[in-house]
């Protein structure tokens, strides 16, 4: 599962129940922040921060903007390893 999530404005309630919810049925998830040019790098770095506490993620999150091409190539990593991960029964 890809989730995708406006780095400007962080988790919400949604995403918090969400990563709990795919956990207890060991669906493997990758969480990309968007939009990541929208941010200074100081500000940027702090919310992939935030975003990995408030979701209590095991992975950081992925900042990627389709504009700069920031984290694309990370992205499509993700994604590649997400489809190659066996489904869980």
Request: proline share 7%; hydrophobic share 50%; charged share 30%.
């Amino acid at each position: 599962m890809l989730l995708l999530i406006d780095i400007r404005r962080g988790a919400q309630d949604e995403e918090l129940d969400f990563i709990p919810w795919l956990e207890q049925r060991a669906m493997p998830v990758a969480v990309a922040l968007t939009k990541a040019d929208k941010l200074p790098k100081n500000k940027r770095v702090l919310e992939v921060t935030r975003a990995r506490q408030a979701l209590a993620l095991r992975k950081e999150p992925i900042a990627v903007s389709a504009t700069s091409n920031e984290g694309i190539d990370v992205l499509w990593r993700a994604v590649v390893q997400l489809a190659r991960t066996p489904k869980p029964a």
